[in-house]
Each structure stands twice: as structure tokens, then as C-alpha cells.
């Protein structure tokens, strides 16, 4: 199993920045992707999670449309941790954010318990 645990989220201005991190602990090595999601407030429950932004282990990486150029995930492998650094912050951004890991062993992804980012305008 992997545990996740997400820090860094708050409360800033549009126009401003913040720094996610997520460490890993547990079967870290068998962890291959690593990327962040985000749930957005008053969106249903039964709607699945926005993702915001994956990298591989290799690091290969992938971005939402409506974070390209203002989102930038990074990994260190040594520590089990993934970055998510947040510049140019719009209102719409505002969400929960969960960290998630993929491995080729468990069939199953894993989650943490998410932190809050609150962007206002």
C-alpha cells in the first residue's frame, strides 16, 4: 500500500502563487505516476476529479489545458515526493487538491485526503 500526504494549500489572491507538495510512504517503489487532481466546490459528488497535472517517473509530464503555462509539476524520487507549484492563480482554480499515485502493482490508484486551495478575486 501507499499512503499520500498532501501540505502547502491556503488562501491567496488571484494574480498569486502557491506551492503544493505530496509525500509518499509505503510501497514508494513501486509507484510510476504521480500527479495532482482537483475537486472543485459545488461540484457532485458522483463527478469525477479534474486532473490538474501528472509526471511520470521518468519524468514525462502532462497538464490540464487550463493550467498549461501557470501550473509546473515536479518529482523528487529520492524523497517520494511531487511538487505542484501554482503561479498566476485565478478564482477558478479554487479546489480541493488530491495528490494521487499510480503503480503497476495494485490495481487500484491511491489518494490523499486532499489540501484546499482558495484563490479570491
Known amino acids: 500500500q501507499v499512503q499520500l500526504v498532501e501540505s502547502g494549500g491556503g488562501l491567496v489572491q488571484a494574480g498569486g502563487s502557491l506551492s503544493l507538495s505530496c509525500a509518499a510512504s509505503g510501497d514508494t517503489a513501486r509507484i510510476n505516476v504521480m500527479g495532482w487532481y482537483r475537486q472543485s466546490p459545488g461540484q457532485s459528488p458522483g463527478k469525477q476529479r479534474e486532473l490538474v497535472a501528472t509526471i511520470s517517473r521518468g519524468g514525462w509530464t502532462n497538464y490540464a489545458d487550463s493550467v498549461q503555462g501557470r501550473f509546473t509539476i515536479s518529482r523528487n524520487n529520492a524523497k517520494n515526493t511531487v511538487y505542484l507549484q501554482m503561479n498566476s492563480l485565478k478564482p477558478e482554480d479554487t479546489a480541493l487538491y488530491y495528490c494521487?499515485?499510480?503503480?503497476?502493482?495494485?490495481?487500484?490508484?491511491?489518494w490523499g485526503r486532499g489540501t484546499q486551495v482558495t484563490v479570491s478575486s
Open positions: 494521487n499515485a499510480v503503480t503497476s502493482f495494485y490495481r487500484n490508484p491511491f
